[in-house]
């Protein structure tokens, strides 16, 4: 299954997850912090949706109440 998911109140734009058998494969970002996002995405690629939601969840950029990794976390949360 992919996720194409909006990220609200980031820098980000969009957030395309593959997820299969409740494990992430794959993750690409549209905006945002270009080289933050990709090491992001390779720390997650293989790692269980639950185990993402779990460490990233609650991470907030600055001042913001929400960060890209939290979004990501949001993102998967609204698939379970």
């Not at 945002?32 to 993402?52: A, R, T, W």
């Not at 109440?65 to 379970?80: I, R, W």
């Amino acid at each position: 299954m992919v996720i194409d998911y909006q990220p609200k109140g980031v820098c980000s734009r969009r957030m395309l997850i593959e997820v299969e058998n409740g494990v992430v494969r794959s993750m690409q970002v549209q905006g945002g912090c270009h080289g933050n996002l990709q090491g992001i995405s390779k720390l997650v690629e293989g790692m269980e949706v639950q185990e993402v939601i779990a460490r990233l969840e609650g991470i907030r950029c600055g001042m913001k109440s929400t960060s890209c990794p939290d979004q990501l976390a949001k993102a998967l949360k609204e698939t379970l």
